[in-house]
């Protein structure tokens, strides 16, 4: 193996000291999943390329970015360690942490994929790090009035979304502490019977998904040898990537486009010698409030409504 190559893997694959042995406590970023979080602290992780090393790193990225930007802040804190007072296995590292003389904000900085769109909202397992973070820093500073804030990141096209309106809740932190409580003593007994698989926009890079319940596994179902479509499955994925960034393009170009008509309603440009017309079009749509309807008439929604099935093959 060439020695550079190596020589960035080796500095890839080594643990992050700040987080120390991560398979001694349960963390915030650990009550995701409880099946995986299981499965990665009982087995360990497997080995990853260093494509997969890259990519894992990219928060670390967009850390380094939030860091840099808040370098002249005062009362900033960098990866700040939290321990439950009285469960000393459940510890949390935080982004960061700003101190006001009456308030707390805790700051979780989340990574977006090349291909992946923002979200409108944020994912559960977001919300659920960040409560649990901000439960933590109540806990360690109960005077003060705990508030929380998600900012996400795309590093390859620049867009970023900022969350925020989070508030310390002591009955989501509570159920996130017994989440904890319940993935350790599963550990410590060699038991994930009980565990929940909780699935997430991150299940498709999951080292355990051929086996996890709530992604792929089917008990008693045989699995398929497909081996031999191995190619064709290849290009149906790489079209899928091609799709996701057509997509992509044809969305940011149409907005620009929007943006420029302003209260126009034509325009024109040239490409390639070609006269291309735009014309603003204004449609009405009408949509149909089902929710409201089945609230307001549910026998006349049990009466209509029809019930049918199909299926599909879903390739992850």
């Known amino acids: ?50 494509s997969q090393l890259l990519v894992l790193r990219r928060g670390e990225m ?95 096209n620049g867009e970023f979304k900022i969350f925020d309106g989070y508030q310390y809740n002591e009955t989501s932190f509570n159920k996130l502490v017994q989440r904890a409580q319940k993935i350790y003593h599963a550990i410590q007994n060699s038991n994930y019977e009980d565990l929940e698989a909780i699935q997430s926009p991150i299940c498709n890079y999951c080292q355990h998904k051929i086996h996890c319940p709530s992604f792929f596994y089917v008990k008693n179902e045989e699995i398929l040898d497909l081996t031999y479509l191995n190619d064709i499955v290849s290009e149906f994925l790489q079209s899928q990537i091609y799709e996701s960034e057509a997509k992509q393009t044809k969305q940011t170009a149409q907005q620009a486009i929007q943006e420029a008509f302003n209260n126009y309603k034509l325009g024109i440009c040239n490409i390639d010698g070609e006269d291309i017309r735009l014309k603003k079009v204004d449609v009405e749509k009408y949509s149909f409030n089902e929710k409201l309807f089945k609230d307001e008439h549910p026998d006349l929604y049990d009466k209509y409504l029809r019930k049918s099935s199909y299926s599909y093959i879903r390739v992850q």
Request: charged content about 20%; some cysteine; hydrophobic content about 30%.
């Open 1 to 50: 193996m060439n020695k550079l190559y190596q020589l960035i893997y080796d500095a890839l694959s080594s643990p992050n000291e700040e987080l120390g042995d991560r398979s001694k406590y349960i963390g915030s970023s650990d009550l995701g999943c409880p099946y995986q979080t299981y499965h990665n602290k009982k087995n360990g992780a497997q080995p990853k390329t260093l």
């Open 62 to 156: 967009v850390e380094a970015i939030l860091k840099k930007a808040f370098s002249n802040c005062p009362n900033v804190a960098y990866q700040k360690e939290y321990q439950h007072p009285e469960i000393d296995y459940i510890k949390s590292h935080l982004d960061f942490e700003f101190f006001g003389k009456d308030t707390i904000g805790v700051l979780e900085c989340k990574s977006i994929g090349k291909d992946a769109p923002l979200p409108k909202t944020p994912y559960q397992n977001w919300n659920d790090q960040l409560n649990m973070q901000m439960g933590l820093s109540h806990l360690n500073n109960p005077t003060k009035l705990i508030k929380g804030v998600i900012v996400a990141i795309n590093i390859t």
